[in-house]
T-cell receptor, first 110, second 115 residues
Framework: DAKTTQPPSMDCAEGRAANLPCNHS???????VYWYRQIHSQGPQYIIH???NNETNEMASLIITEDRKSSTLILPHATLRDTAVYYC???????????FGKGTKLSVKP | DADVTQTPRNRITKTGKRIMLECSQT?????MYWYRQDPGLGLRLIYY???????NKGEISDGYSVSRQAQAKFSLSLESAIPNQTALYFC??????????????FGPGTRLTVL
């Protein structure tokens, strides 16, 4: 079973920030939080990952709470092309196993 | 990601046929993976390989076999296809830069239909 809990769906207006929450209350000290997204039936696309600190890249920002039990992925200015299923995954990484849950289906609307 | 290619992209076959799905990568990564995705569900790991001489079973390896022919190539075989193997199949690669992080990059997928 996935180690994370995400809302099944969210809507966001185009141009606004999309904030996608994820709960991972059983995360271990050596586990990272990863975010991927899947647009329609394409291959999943890596977005961002983090351990403790907040992270930002050209695609998104990742905010991890101090107790690491939850995180939020932020798409600062959502576009229609950001409509996708977003997966939050907790993994130690070295064992090579990403456990995908059902993710959050984000719909960006004009 | 064009660095990870899968062939064929679509395949329709009949029950009992042998099928091979191929994955190639130009990223120079050591690790490669095969996942399947059923409608409305997340991806599930079939097999993975950390280098050419290393093959490991994933969550749902029954009915599948793999071959790691080279660092850049990882093939998935269905020896005798059955209808419940109808799914989307994804190949992925990764490069463990340091312990704990292992970002995976996925191919475009193969849609397999077994009649």
């Amino acid at each position: 079973d996935a180690k994370t809990t995400q809302p099944p769906s969210m809507d966001c207006a185009e141009g606004r920030a999309a904030n996608l929450p994820c709960n991972h209350s059983t995360i271990s000290g050596n586990e990272y939080v990863y975010w991927y997204r899947q647009i329609h039936s394409q291959g999943p696309q890596y977005i961002i990952h983090g351990l403790k600190n907040n992270e930002t890249n050209e695609m998104a920002s990742l905010i991890i709470t101090e107790d690491r039990k939850s995180s939020t992925l932020i798409l600062p200015h959502a576009t229609l092309r950001d409509t996708a299923v977003y997966y939050c995954i907790v993994t130690g990484g070295s064992q090579g196993n990403l456990i995908f849950g059902k993710g959050t289906k984000l719909s960006v609307k004009p | 990601d064009a660095d990870v290619t899968q062939t064929p992209r679509n395949r329709i076959t009949k029950t009992g046929k042998r099928i091979m799905l191929e994955c190639s990568q130009t990223k120079g990564h050591d690790r490669m993976y095969w996942y399947r995705q059923d409608p409305g569900l997340g991806l599930r790991l079939i097999y993975y390989s950390f280098d050419v001489k290393d093959i490991n079973k994933g969550e749902i390896s029954d009915g599948y076999s793999v071959s790691r022919q080279a660092q850049a190539k990882f093939s998935l075989s269905l020896e005798s296809a059955i209808p419940n193997q109808t799914a989307l199949y994804f190949c992925a690669t990764s490069d463990l830069k340091f312990a704990g992080t292992d970002t995976q990059y996925f191919g475009p997928g193969t849609r397999l239909t077994v009649l």
